[in-house]
């Protein structure tokens, strides 16, 4: 197994990204961001699309919604345009590949957006109450203390450990994930408003989803399960359309996000869960994949060690630091064997996709 769809760095995988997408005849728009990357070069999303304008039916791939998790969506993006995977296209279908959603994070090597929101909290309506989570306030303190230094990290996971040794991992890990919008500096915040980048997403499905009458979504992510396993996740009941679409397409191992057989806390504010209002003449059918890396307190400590690191320290010092470094291991396994789990997994449930897609079922 080779490297090559993977990339170093988020301007390596942009420029791949945009090599292989004009090699496979796409149509390439750039949407830029408001804010610079850590060596002050311009950010941005790329769309691709790959087939009639008008077309009835369309395939859509999104890379990057938690930032340093586009390592992944990224390659397994270059990886299907590589392979030609766009001549299973019918004429009446169409492929729109959205290329770092969150080009921030993924440049910085953050999971949030420069306003520190997790891009998949932030799809709430805001002109109402702000959602309030009493258990996250309970270890806001812990999750995110002011001092990164040996002893205070002991002493908070401490904190945290007993937390769980009270209520359950299961319940830590709702209480920490499932989003919360009081503590402005803390992990998982949903914000207080559309982000940049959700207001970009929101343009690029209304300009270019509006027509469509069948969309299938899917949505890459890293950092929870089995090392290697991709997880498929509906944000769906079991028993409702949207869950029997995706077991019709996908079998039997698509799990219900929150549900007892998901490695995911249930959580509010996805933007998966938003596509539906946002394309209201479509059946929209939408999953995850999720790619297993290490451990979950493995990946909540790189978590916690980059919030202190923006809230407190000083990220751009010798640059990638440490605490980069630490994250990026959280997300992304560098190992010829995960990617290779990576790329095989994707390229079928892509074909999955398609053809539950093109079948009209």
């Known amino acids: 197994m080779t490297q ?40 941005s999303t790329d769309v691709a699309w790959i087939g009639p304008r008008d077309a009835e039916n369309v395939f859509v791939t999104v890379s990057g919604t938690h930032g340093v998790e586009g390592f992944c969506g990224s390659a397994a993006q270059i990886d299907w345009l590589h392979r030609g995977e766009a001549s299973r296209l019918q004429p009446a279908t169409a492929a729109m590949l959205v290329h770092a959603i969150n080009p921030y994070g993924f440049a910085w090597l953050r999971r949030v957006t420069h306003e520190n929101v997790d891009l998949n909290r932030n799809w709430i309506d805001f002109s109402g109450a702000l959602p309030h ?4 306030d309970e270890i806001a303190s812990a999750l995110c203390p002011s001092e990164w230094t040996d002893e205070s990290q002991a002493q908070t996971m401490a904190t945290l450990r007993g937390y769980i040794a009270k209520h359950g991992i299961a319940a830590f890990v709702e209480a ?14 949903g914000g207080i408003a559309p982000t940049a980048a959700r207001r970009t997403l929101e343009a690029v499905f209304s300009a270019r989803l509006s027509g469509a009458r069948r969309v299938g979504i899917i949505d890459y992510h890293t950092g929870l399960g089995p090392c290697g396993y991709g997880e498929l996740m509906v944000n769906a009941p079991r028993g409702s359309d949207m869950y029997e679409r995706a077991r019709a397409w996908y079998g039997t191992t698509v799990t219900p996000v929150g549900g007892p057989d998901s490695s995911s806390a249930t959580i509010g504010g996805d933007w998966l869960s938003a596509a539906a209002a946002l394309l209201p003449d479509a059946l929209v059918s939408s999953i995850a994949i999720e790619f297993g890396t290490v451990p979950v307190l493995q990946v909540l400590d790189a978590l916690r060690a980059d919030n202190w690191l923006h809230a407190h320290g000083n990220p751009e010092a010798s640059w990638p630091n440490p605490i980069k470094q630490q994250i990026l291991s959280a997300f992304y396994v560098d190992s010829d064997l995960w990617r290779g789990m990576v790329l095989g997994q994707s390229l079928a449930v892509c074909r999955q996709t398609i053809a539950g897609l093109q079948s009209h079922g």
């Open 133 to 136: 989570r009493r258990d996250y």
């Open 176 to 189: 920490v994930s499932g989003g919360q919008y009081h503590h402005a500096q803390g992990l998982f915040y």
């Open 4 to 43: 090559s769809a993977f990339s170093r760095d988020f301007a390596s995988a942009r420029t791949r990204f945009r090599e292989a997408a004009a090699a496979a005849g796409a149509s390439l728009d750039t949407h830029s961001y408001p804010m610079p990357g850590p060596s002050g070069e311009d950010l």
